[in-house]
């Protein structure tokens, strides 16, 4: 399959709000999107994220669990991290693929499984795009219930290139669900469900993130 049709097939997956059921494309496509940059961007998340040793961390939105792999050895073997994804494809790689303390769990981020104030720390990185739109405030509010008060989220989000020529070359290639400007996607999400936002702004590698506490 080329690159545009790989694009093109996630692209349809994220405008209808659905899985992605093939992990080993998937991994294929972000190495491309990233241009050999995906563990240096990721770990940019992971660091604004601000883990610590010890914490329970969730990951809404896991895919093949890129993310937790690289928070796992933060929190050390006495943290743990639980990734969770709406697709059983991305869910059984990422176990196959899973450090000592990551676990991982089939569902969506509109109906978290986990008992209320389970985690430390929420993430969700390039996931929020994929749940529907009319599900997405269940779903931070959802974030916000498996969070302990004081406990942190982190969401980011792909930020559309600022040039003209390069925004209608990533627009091209990937479709309408890659378009989107994170401002607008995200919009009041975050302070609407309970959080208290506490910066938010661009990383490289085009993502943009909202950073926020539980009060």
Known sequence: MGLGKLLHHHDEHAEAGGTIDRPRMYEAFSSVAYLGGRRAAFTRVATAARPRAGDRVLDVGCGTGYLSRILAPVVTPSGHVTGLDPSPAMIEYATRHAPANCAYVTGEGQDLPFPDGSFDLVVSSLAVHHIPVEARPEALRQMLRVLRPGGRLLIAEFRPPAHPLARHLV??????????????????????????????GDLPYLLYYVRATRP
């Open 171 to 200: 627009g091209a290639l990937s479709g309408p669900a890659m378009r989107h400007d994170p401002r607008d996607l995200l919009g009041t999400l975050v302070p609407d469900a309970g959080f208290q936002v506490e910066s938010e």
